[in-house]
């Protein structure tokens, strides 16, 4: 399962998780571990998910991009008290607006056949 890191508390280990699929959050705890909790808030992070008396448990998490949506938290805070949050910071990337390349291959056709 994928999903980001919502809510991390560094002295009891413990972290909540936003899940891909919308549900409950997960629960991710490493206290008493050999190895130390190292998720931090806006992380997308894989896990494997369990379920412990209707508990959703993020078991082994492997952060996937670190910082992907480091204000996530805050923008739910603020949805959440009914203010616009401001549009999400543009990433760069090879994302293609298919709407845009449709018009740009229609121009190109229509060109094309008045020539």
Excluded at 59 to 79: G, S
Excluded at 105 to 115: D, G, P
Aim: with cysteine; glycine share 6%; aromatic share 6%.
């Amino acid at each position: 399962m994928l999903g980001v890191v919502l809510w991390r508390d560094t002295s009891d280990e413990k972290a909540l998780i936003w899940c891909e699929d919308h549900g409950d959050l997960a629960v991710c705890s490493r206290k008493g571990e050999a190895t130390e909790l190292s998720l931090h808030v806006g992380d997308c992070v894989q896990f494997d998910l369990a379920l412990d008396c209707n508990v959703r448990l993020a078991q082994n998490p492997r952060v996937v991009q670190p910082q992907m949506y480091p204000d996530i938290a805050d923008r739910l805070k603020a949805m959440a008290r009914g203010d616009a949050p401001a549009a999400p910071k543009a990433r760069k990337g090879n994302v293609i607006s298919f709407a845009a390349a449709r018009a740009q291959k229609t121009q190109q056709e229509s060109v094309w056949q008045m020539a």
